[in-house]
Structures are given as C-alpha cells and as structure tokens.
C-alpha cells in the first residue's frame, strides 16, 4: 500500500461508517480496521469524514461567450476545483456551426494533457446535424468515452438552438447508442419578446434580466423536453434546474418511470431573484436565472426526496469588467458566474447543519454524477476505484474570499459566505492535490475519462 | 306577430318545458301559453322540440388549401348548414402573409352579402405581424364586430405558423383589446420529422398520416398553447381538440380559474383512427387526425362534465378526385372532411339516445359558441333574441348520403350514418329557410353578424 | 292573468334580457313584451333585475341541538326567509334514535301547514337503519316526495353518527329508489381526541373549537365520503364543506364524471377563522367552523368555475344567552348561526360587486337547488313554473342588524354587514310576502314541495 | 480472522464489484483484495455473488388467529427464513386487549433464546390503550430495543382495531419516542357489510374473500392512514400494500418530503385476484387479498421508481386442514400464508431476470428494513457489521416444493415455482447456517436484535 487514511469517518449514500482506506497505484485495494503498512503514507483522520471526490459534471472552462471567453480555463479551473474537493470536472466543449466535433474533443484533450489538475470528461455540446453527419459522428463520440451530449432549446438568435425536431432526434440517436442526451431548457421566444419589450420601455437593470426569464418561461422548455424524452422513450438530463413547475414535471415524469434526471446548482439553492435588486446585480447574471423564494423551496424539498439527482455548478465566471460592459444594460451582461470550487463545501456545509445528510451530499455530488454520467471508476469509496478522496473537516469555519479562492476570476457571487466545516485535504487518484487551503498537485496530472455507454 | 309556434318542447342549456313562441320582424317577442294572433303564421310542434339554431363556429369555405380549394363555397356551405340547423357560420379568413386583414374581411363580406343563406361571421386567422401593424389592425377589426383571431401553431414549412413569441403577442394584445384567440394546436417539427422519416421508410399510406401526428404531438402543443395562456393572463380558445392529454390540461388550467375554451368536432367523437386503415381512408385525412380509443372516451367524458366548451365542424370538405392526389401518398391528400350539416343532428341524436342531454346539446351548439364569440343576438330561446330556431322530431329517422346533403361535394365521411331523430325545420330570423328535407331559403338572406368584444 | 311585472331585468343561469313576466293562478303563463291586462296588478320594474326566488336547502327550524332547541322555528324561520328572497326552505328532521321516519315527517309538515310562510320541503337524517326497516321506509318517503337524505359521519358521542357501513347502505339504497343522500362530513374520534386534550390543557375558548376541528379534520370526511360515493357508484351531496382538500377532492370526482355535489354557506365566504379569537367569537361557533384563508379563497374560486353547486345557509340560531353557557367553556356552546335571510342578499351582493355574475348567483341559489332535489316547480323565471320571484333593487343600500330581520333571534353575525344591492320585494306563487323591508305575508300560506326523484 | 470469502461479487446497493470479505468475531472486519490468513476458513465465491442477509420485518411465528395458530413457530420460522438468506426476522406479538407489552416481549423473547435459528427483533401489536397506560409503556420497550408498534385499522369485530382517534395518539406517542408505527390499511366496515351480503347471497367461494376486500376497501384504509400520518407530522410505515390508488397516495406524500414508507409482499407481486378462481384458491386466503392486475403492474412499477421501500413476506402459514375449514365458507378460512424462505430468492430472481438490479434487490430486502427499523449492524456488507452474508449463485435453478422448504406447513402458495438463481449458503454473525439446500444451523443460535429509535 502506498497510502493509509486511518479512522476516518466513512461516507457512502447509504452508509456512515468509520475505517481505514488502503490505496495502492492510485486505487482503493481494501476498507477495514487497524491496516498497517511499512512504507505507506498514513494520514491520520480521525474525527475527520473520508468522502469520495466529488464530480462537478457541469463546468465551461476557456468558453467564448458573450463577446469574450470565460475567466477561468483549463488549468485554473481544475486547480479550484481540486481546492473544493472536485475531483473530476466535465467541461461542455460546443460545436461550432457546420463543424464536426470530433475534432473539436482531440483539441480540448490536448490542452487538458498539459494543463488538467484533476481528472476530466466532455460533454459535447450539439447545435447542428449537419444533415445527419454528426448523428453519425456520435457514435464515434461514445466509443472514445463521451458518452452525452448537450442541446439548448434556448440562444435562438445567437444560433445554438436546436428545434423541437432535431432535438427530438438527437434524442432517438442517444437512445440506439446508449448516450445521454442533457439539455438547457429556456424558451427563446418568450425571453426575445420580453427582451424586446424591455428595450423599448427602458428597463435595463439586471432585475430585467430575471424578469425576461421568469419561471414560467423555463418551466415550459423543462415540461416540453419532458414531453418529448417520455414519448421517446429516451433518457434525457435537465442541467441547471431552476423553477418549481419543470421540477414537478420532472418528478412526476420520473415517478412514472421515465429515464429522467434532474441537476441544479449551489447557486440556486443558496440565492433568489432578490440578488438582483443588488447594486452589484450584474455579478449574479447567469442563465436560466435565481428564481423566487417558492422555486428555492421546492429545489430543497426536492433535494431531499429524490426530485434531483444532481448538484452541479455550470461553473462560467467572468471578470468584473466584462460584468461591468452590462451596468447600463443587462443584455450585454456575459451570463454566468464561479462555483467549481464552492460546490462540494456549500453541499456538505448544508449536511453539517442537519438540512440534508452527509450520505445524501455524498450521493448528489459524487455517487449519481458517476452513475448517471458512466464514471465506473468514480464516485464512491469503494474497494477497486480510484482513490478520489476528500477530507472534511466538520469544525472547520471557512469564508468564501476571492482572496482564498483558487480560480483566475477576480470576484465571486460567493464572496463572504461563511462555512462550518470544510475539506482539509483532497486525493486525485490517491496524490494529494489539496492541503489545508493550499493547492499542491500539478497541472498535467488530470487524466481524461474515458466513460461507459450505457449499452 | 308574424309567426307562432305551437306547443313545442323549448330547450335551454337549463330547462325543458312546453310553451308557445312568438316572433315579429325576425325576434323572438313571447313565450307562454295559448298564443293566438290573426295572420301569424302559425307551426304546430306539439310532440317536437324546439331549439335555438345551431352555431358552426369553426367552417372553411371556398378555402384555398392544399393545392385546391375546399368545396363547398359560401353559398353551398351555408345552405347545407340550414340544412343542418345551423343558422350561424364562422368561417376562418386566412392573411396573407405580408397583407392586412381588414381589406381581405371586405372581400369576403361582399361574397357573402350575395351568397349566404344564414347569418355568418368571421374570425381571422394571422400568419404575420408586419412588424406590428396587425396589432393595430386588429384593434379596428374589433370595433367592426371581428372580435376573435386564429393563429397556427403547426404549419411552418407552409407558411402558416408563429412561433411562441408572435403567439404570446396576439394573446397580450387580445386581452387588451377583448377579443379572443383561437389556436390549432399541433407540433410542426415533429411532424415534419415524422414525415421525413416514413417517407424514407416509403410508410405513406393514410394510417402514415396518423401516425406522423399521433396523441403526443397535438398534446405538446395544447399544453404550451395554455401554458402562454396561464400565464400571460389571457384568453384562448382550442379549436378542434382530439386528445386526451391536452384536452385534461385544459380542464385543469379551467378549473384553476382561467379563461380557456376547448372545442372538439362529431368526427373526433364519432371516429377512431382505425379509419386511416379503411380502403378509403385517406377521405378522413383532416388535421389533427382521429385518434384512439382514449381519448375518443376522454373527450365525450369532458362533453358531459364541462371540460368541453363547444362542438363545431371544421368543415373543410375536398372532392374525391382530390382526396385522391393522395391515393400512393398521405402528403398529398388535402387536408379536410365535410361535416357542417351533420353537427346538430349528430349531437342531438346522441341526446336523443341519452348519451348527453338535449340541454347540453343547445350548450354546446349554440349557447356556447354565442357567449364565447359575442353574439349577443343569438344562441337561445330567449325573448328579444332572434328567432334563430331548430324544429327537432325525435322520432324520424335519418341516414346520411351524399345525395340528401345540400353541399357540393361529392362524397362524406358520414355516408352511411343513422340517425335516430332528425331536424325537420330551421326558421334563421323567423324566416323558415329548411323544412323536411328541403332547402327553402335563398342565397343573400345571411346577414354579417357583429360581435361584441369582452371589454 | 293576475300579475304583470313590467320591464325588469330577467336573470336566468345563462341569460340577462329584459321582458315582462304575467303570471296567472301563481304561475308563470308568459315572458315577453309590452303585456297589458285589464284587472292585473302592474308592478314596473324597470331598472330592476327580476329572480328566481331563493331555494335554501340547508335550515335546522326549532331544531333539538345542544342541549336547547334552535332559536327560529317554522313561522319565523320561513318569515325571514321571505324577507331574505328565499321562497323554498329545506328543513332537516332528524330521526330519533330506533324511531320510524315517516311519522317524524307528517308530524312536521302539521307544523309547517300552519305556520310555513313559504313553501317547504324536507330531508330526513337518519340515525338509525333499525335492522333495515329504515331502509324499507326510505322508498315510501320518495314516493311523498322526500327524496333526499342526510346522514352525520361526525357527532358519535352523540349518537348521531353513521359508520362506514351505514353510510355505504345509505348511499346504495338511494341509488335504487332514485333518492339523494347528504352529507355532514367531519371526523369525530379526531374532534374528540382534540377536545380532550384540550379540555386538559385548560384551552377553552372559542378558538379551541376551531383548534379541535381543523381543516384535515373535515378534509378526511369529505375524501371519504367521496371514495364511497365513487366506488358505489352513488350520487352524494356534500353539505357546508368548508375546507379547501376536501373541496379539490370532489371537484376531482365531479371531473371524472361521479355525481357529486357540493354546497357551502355564506358563513364559510365571508369569515375566517380569525373570528374565533374576537371577543364575540362564540356566536360564530358553528360546525363545521369557519377555516383559515386558503380554504376561503378555495371556495370562492369554485364558485366561480363550477366547482360549488350549491349555497345554502346551514340556518341554526341560538340565542345569547344560549352562547353564553359557553363563555368559558366551547364544548358548552350550541352549534349554529342565523343565515336564511342573509343568503341571497350576500351572494347578489358579490355579483352587484362583480365577484361573480348574476347569473351564477341565480343559478347557485335557485336553479341548482332545484334541479338537483327535484323541485320541478322552482328555480328559474320560466313559462309554467311557480311565480317563486325576487325584485332586486341593485342600487339599495342595506345594513343589516337584528332589528331589521325577520326572525326570532336576539343577535346575529351579520351585525352591521353593510350590503350594496338588496331584496325589494319577494312574491311565492305570485303572491306578495315582502315588500321594501315589511314581511307582508302570512303563516300558513306556505305549500309542501312534493319532489321529484332521479328515477 | 475467523472467515474469508473471496473473490464474490459484493452487491450494495449502490455499488456492484468484486472483493474478499474478511470476518472476525462474528463481524465484518475488512474488505479488500487478495486475503489470506492461515488459520481463517476460506470461502470461493468466485463468479458468485455476496450479499447481505435479507431481514424479514413482517412475519407471525405461532400466532394464535383464525382459531388456531400459525404453522411455523420461532423455531421452524427462523430455520425456514436462514435457507432463504434471511438473517433477522420481525415478530409481531399481540397485546391481549386489557394487557401489558413488556411482559408480553419477555415471553416471547424467551422462548426465542431457545428457538431462534437466526436473529430477531419485535414490533409489538397495539389494541389497546388501557387508558394510556400503555402510552407510558410504548417509551420502555424503546428503551429495550423494541422501537417500532403496529396497529390495526381493520379486524373490528375481532376487537384488534384501532379508531382514528387511537391510532392518532399512536402516531404522536411515537413521534415523542422515536418510534415507529406499521398499520394494516383495510376498511373493516366495508368488509363486514360486504361479507354479510354475500352470506345472504350464499357466495361462499374464496373469490369472495377479494369481492368483500376489493382495492377500494384497502385504498381507503391506507388513504386515511397517509392523511393521519401527513397532518400530524408523524412517521409511518404501511404493511402489505397491495393496491394502486393507496400506494400511488404514498408515493405523492413521500413526494412532499413526509415521512411515509411502503412495504409490499411476493405474493401480491406474483399473484393477482385469479388464483382465488382455483379449486385450491382457499390456501391463497390472505389480508389483504392480492389484488387485480392493475395493482400488480403499480407495485412492480414503485418497485423499481423508490415508490415501495420494502419487501417483507407477511409470513403467517396454515395447515392445509385448517385452510380445509373454509371449503364451503370463505370466512371460516385462517387467513395466511407462507413466505420467509421465498422472499430473498424471489426478489433476487427477479434481479437475476432483469426486472430489477440486484442493488434494489439488496435495497429493498436488507439496507432499507435494516435503516427504516434501527438494526444499526445490519442490512449491508459495509466494515463493523454483523457478517450476516448470503452467496448467491445467479445459474443454479430451484424449484420450491413443500418438500424441499425448512418450514412445518404442509403446503404453500409457491409449490411449483422456478427460480433461476438461489441461494447457496447463509451465513449468520459469520456462522454458516445454511449450505447448499441443508440448514445446518442451530435453535438458540439467533440473538435478539436491540434497534436504536429515531431519537
């Protein structure tokens, strides 16, 4: 063994058990009591938790959009997310119009071999069949592991949408090959007319920016892809859930026995349309936006119950300069804000405080994402993965600073946001890469994962 | 009084009771008992109902669709609808794309000053904005008695469809002025997709019609066509709904208090799509199609308990030669059946054989459709309204042919069908325009109908 | 004829026209314009709306309850309902335990011969099948014209309760004579569980009597009574509900074609539970009680879509001193409220404010009740029927107070409502029994309403 | 270590992969890859799979019912529940009305220290308040590990119902201690009504054994019960659900985040209503009675969507002379049948076919019972548990027979059933007890199982 973690307190979804982890080569080779090894690193937690890294399956590093590129790339994305106990990041690479993708997958893994810290997946984001050909070409996606891909029922104008037909076909493709469609669900035409109207009549704070995708205005695109993946038959996975009545469709759907899965982020979970009136509203644009208290209410409930399956972050922040080209206009605001790095200690601080349990938080941000997304090797602590490990520390207080972040953004939506318990350490494949608010892996030592068909 | 009817069985949507009827200068003046009056002509109808005449909300003449144009004209369509106790049509006049609305009601109010047989009005169908100018249009149509619109949902590749946004601005613009939409509701994209796919598969036989718009495509677009309503506060009107799904979500959405009507046709009730398997069945091909069993129950399920509104036709009648065009395939069998003088008799034969009472019938036929669209002179046996009136036998018997229709197509849907109970009269303004058989009445007698708006 | 009412405005459930009315021996003979006749009495009602009278189905006259005897008997209680418009009171004559039920009803319609001031009816409660024998008896009243039932799911202490069993027999035997059962829908082992616990507490006052039957407390009963009626088939009327859950639940059972009726009382819309914590709460303490503000504002969205059938006043007064005994103790209260005069000028009101329409209100108060009791005779303005009419005054403001009602009580909880729109005159029969505020007619001239069954 | 089983297929029910399992002292001390230790019995189970003993929380083991007592008593039970895999087996002792609990789990824990093959545990059957006293009781047995109570909504003749009342104060006692309350949901008004009935029509047959107890009788039941439980806040735990409309009411309350959890039974998966059509459909007799198709199709469906929690036998056999009594009079059959030594071979069947994975399987038999009912060492194969371990061998085929059963009936329900995949040994607390088709464990073996409560 190369590795020990003694008496630590265990955490699987169903499971609160205290033991030692013995990791050799970078995997779990035995769980059990009193393991001694000469020549093996032991790290001694007891008292701590031993959580399996968690896999933010929802992150767009180095993405143009809005006019510019989102802040953080591919090296300090992955250094944050190591620094908030994210051990696998899946970044959403998108197709350009007429191109096929992949092409476009060989780049991203070539820059991800130089500047990955831990390891990494893709999602390809489709915009364009290109008659047919790229149908073609996602079968060849799965067999190197890319097993999802990524439409928006939303960005009509700015040429991303897909319409309810290709859509629909991408969803009967993803079902023959055993892919997994995930879509961003927002009504475009809804958002242009109120978009317009607001121009016109002068409204041009950020709290238009909410008021021009309301719920209801995601909730349709969320009841519609429903819609479709039921009579499909086909599997589909809601990024970035943010509305009560697209969750209860979701729930309803599931209930019935659909392969329906649903994600929302930390950011809709802690903040409401509220922010908006902020001076600093612009910061919090991102899309779908912060909902109302009621949306909140049941994206917790749901959290608790099984409605979702997954917390991710959609993690796409921008500086404050390019936030600031919007302070007079909320539509040249580039949407999306930071959470790679505040994911797992904003979901494991609401276990800490009794909302939900530590196994469910264990479930949310590790074991489901592996399951949902193909990781075999990932998202538990179980005998035969990799040594993807996360140690918290439960009385640990932490607030959020720029300053302590580890990304390349120069503000956060989460600045001042106080934690009670936070991890100490995080393991990539059984290397330290974190310690005690110190980033100490290496760019490079990501590897990609290559991932499972559900076939 | 010019005329009195005798010791007839009066039916509103709430009672049923025996009096005498009174008319003079084409309006209704008394109801009691033991009317006499020199010179009155005077019907005895003991033993017979008497109803107010039926309202066709929803008829296409002389429509140019599908490469031709339908075949019954403003003529031979109104005088089959005195023929079948109709004794007001709507007939649905389409924009041009690009062109106004109010010139193209002119021209069709100068045919129908010499043409039509009973009252008429219009609702009229937009397919283009320009740029706003409608929405002013619209305004003026209103204070000309053109108080409702239709737009399509479907249609795209033809030309014909708005997208949500220009659907959401016609129901803004609605509420503000008081009128009412009216929408078809079915998904063009997955119908478009279907088509692709079956005549790849070369499927083009009439079940393929079915088929490339089953159950889930119509309930799609119902359900987004409520949600916009739902939540933009506005009014709408379904036209011809043939599914189960949409038509209980637009039960729930009425039960929540909104202001949603829903319509169904005799050939959803009477037909399954079974028919497209029949040798001829491509002369059943209308859009939406029938559908199966379940939702033939679920829609006569909702006539009993509320959840529909009205029964109208959508008569919209082809030659066979042209229902043939389509003979090898469905694509290019034009769209639409025969059904305007079929509608009061269908529905009150099903009264008369107790499947809905005769007071629902009168509801859905003529009292409905009345209220809905504003005619404040029409749909009941009520002193002051015209004398718009059904003499019904409940004991003749009836069956439908080609040959005892008063149209001018040349095959129907309903050849064949019995009817237990039949009209044996219909006055249109005092003015006995149908008797046993026969039409009695005269090219030009129709007058324009002038509509109130909600406001 | 003997009376003509000249130029009012008549209101039906579907229509609002203006028309005279003559009536002849107390019926309706015709409906039209400009009727004259020598001899008749003339009353001009010219901007005035012209109704059906009243039809309260729910009144406890000189009812045994609590220890005392309702404070309204059958002169005082048909005098004021006289007053209020009412011209139809249904009483409710509860069975004595292992007693017959026909004698009860002979020895009641003796009282009412004599002191009824409007026509009358009645619905037996039973207590008791005595071995069946009561069933036996049930089809004997429906051939004198009981046709309807109550039974008590609450009350068990009281020795009013049916079980489970019972209730089912009760609803079954209707269904095969054609009769109506009632319900009182509330859970006693849940009350009485309540009432203990809070008699050991020391909490007594009016509130706790809220407190002890809360809304899930009358929401079980309704579901359950629902859940018979659904599965046997059988048709329910569901008194007073007063609760949002077990309202949705029959609206559901309505939607899905069950034959399930609801009414509910004036009380219900008007008051919240908040007047339990006044000083003068226990006047209002009735049951089921007022509920909190998501029931009230349930019920008024019913009324509204078709979900409430019925208002009725659930009429019960005690006296002051009679409330009293419960001062510091609410189980010493005598259950029941005044209300046969305020129902119809509450629920005209609303429509005068807009809250519904008129013609809701006259089809929730007359043509409902009639219809689903079988009161051939009564319910609308129509040619034949009982001149049951309501002169409707829409610009008469009225305050009321004890001292200007008509019955027996020396308080009541419509103290100082403030109504705008109020009764002018009431006719039963074409005979005049109110007339601007003066009860003009007499004891006696009231006639038992023989009822017709559903068979 | 005392045992090794290596190379098995470890099945959690989360994670599926293969390990050795090292056992010490009865507990399992380590899991991990390539175990020796001389000394150490080691067990191959390569290609087979290694699962954690099932726990049976619903069985009667001599329980006096029907006249007479059930066939298997805590010997022959218990060795019957070790040759299916089952580890732990719930007894559900009955207060004799009037009497004390604890006493009444002395007795029976003594006669288990003798009998008991594998490990038991008690919930304690409530009739009875005895004026609170047992109120004070039901905190003792917690403290004892006797943390969960059962009660009766049904059985009302027989004096083993519980009113609403009752069962209300259940609930809130057990919300106070931590406890949990399992109820049997049947109307017993409904059945005795219907039982008369059929007496009188002398329909005598075990079909109408269901007719009386169709799934509207249970629906109500568990409908009440979930009403019960949502209102006042307390956990429940629903026996042998049966039929669609109840279980589909848990699922919606488990939805809305209560605390309401569902066990269903083999028999009810397996069998519909028909087997009471055959000549031998007296030795089916059980309640609740298994139900239509329909029912069935639901149950498989919540199965595997999380809407049923657990799977648990209702194990309560009869001889076939008792189940004889009933020949010619449903109601003179014991109602009960065999199930303990079917239930993990069932479940796990169905895994093996695909209905289900092999991780629900686990779920539903072992980690659910075990974290539902506070068996805190029981229910997984996770470090620190008991070694209670079954090896499962997915390609040997089974055929049940009465003959090749452990139990001391003479017949049951699953005579003839195949199963391909079974159980090859059982190990208890690390001690074989069952090999290969032979019990080859000891009485007096099995301990009692002290379960922590909710607190």
Redesign the interface.
């Known amino acids: 063994m190369d590795l020990i973690i003694k008496n630590g307190t265990i955490i699987?979804?169903?499971?609160t058990?205290?033991?030692d982890i013995?990791v050799k080569d970078g995997v779990i080779?035995?769980?059990?009591?009193d393991f001694t090894e000469e020549g093996a690193t032991v790290i001694e937690a007891s008292g701590k938790l031993v959580l399996p890294g968690a896999i933010d399956v929802h992150t767009h590093l180095a993405m143009p959009f809005g006019g510019t590129v989102s802040a953080d790339g591919y090296l300090s994305g992955t250094r944050a997310a190591a620094c908030g106990g994210v051990t696998t990041v899946f970044d959403y690479p998108v197709q350009r119009k007429g191109k096929t993708i992949l092409g476009l997958i060989d780049e991203k893994k070539a820059i991800c071999e130089q500047e990955a810290c831990v390891d990494y997946a893709f999602h390809c984001c489709i915009t364009d069949l290109n008659d047919g050909e790229i149908l073609e070409e996602m079968e060849k996606a799965v067999a190197e592991g890319i097993t999802s891909f990524k439409c928006f029922m939303v960005y009509k104008k700015e040429g991303m949408m897909v319409?309810?037909?290709?859509f629909?076909?991408l969803l009967m493709r993803a079902k023959e090959i055993g892919a997994m469609i995930n879509v961003h669900a927002e009504?475009p035409?809804?958002i242009?007319?109120n978009i317009a109207k607001f121009k016109e009549e002068g409204k041009l704070s950020p709290w238009y920016h909410y008021m021009s995708r309301p719920e209801?205005v995601e909730?349709?695109a969320d009841?519609?892809a429903i819609?479709?993946a039921k009579?499909l038959e086909a599997s589909l996975y809601i990024v970035h859930m943010a509305d009560k009545e697209g969750l209860e469709a979701a729930?309803e759907a599931?209930?019935?026995?659909h392969d329906i899965y649903v994600e929302t982020c930390p950011q809709y979970l802690e903040f409401t349309n509220e922010v908006y009136k902020r001076e600093d509203g612009r910061n919090f644009v991102c899309s779908p936006p912060m909902k109302g208290k009621e949306s909140q209410d049941a994206l917790w409930?749901a959290l608790?119950?099984?409605?979702i399956d997954t917390v991710a972050t959609d993690h796409c922040p921008f500086q404050s300069y390019e936030k600031d080209w919007g302070k007079e206009d909320f539509t040249k605001i580039p949407n999306g804000c930071a959470g790679v790095e505040n994911l797992y200690p904003y979901i494991l601080a609401a276990a800490n405080s009794g909302k939900i349990s530590f196994n469910k938080a264990v479930?949310l941000c590790a074991?489901n994402p592996a399951?949902i997304f193909g990781c075999s090797q990932k998202g538990?602590i179980?005998?035969?993965?990799d040594a993807d490990l996360v140690i918290y520390d439960k009385d640990k207080d932490f607030t959020v600073s720029v300053n302590t972040m580890h990304s390349d953004y120069d503000h956060t939506i989460w600045e001042g946001k106080e934690f009670h318990g936070y991890p100490v350490m995080t393991f990539s494949r059984g290397q330290l890469v974190f310690e005690e608010g110190e980033f100490v892996g290496k760019p490079g030592w990501g590897k990609f994962v290559k991932r499972a068909s559900k076939k």
């Open positions: 699987s979804p169903t499971e058990y205290q033991a013995a080779v035995a769980i059990g009591k319409d309810d037909g290709t629909s076909k009504n035409d809804l242009d007319l209801f909730a349709e009841k519609r819609h479709w009579n729930i599931k209930k019935d026995g409930k608790r119950t099984g409605g479930e074991s399951k538990s179980t005998v035969g993965k």
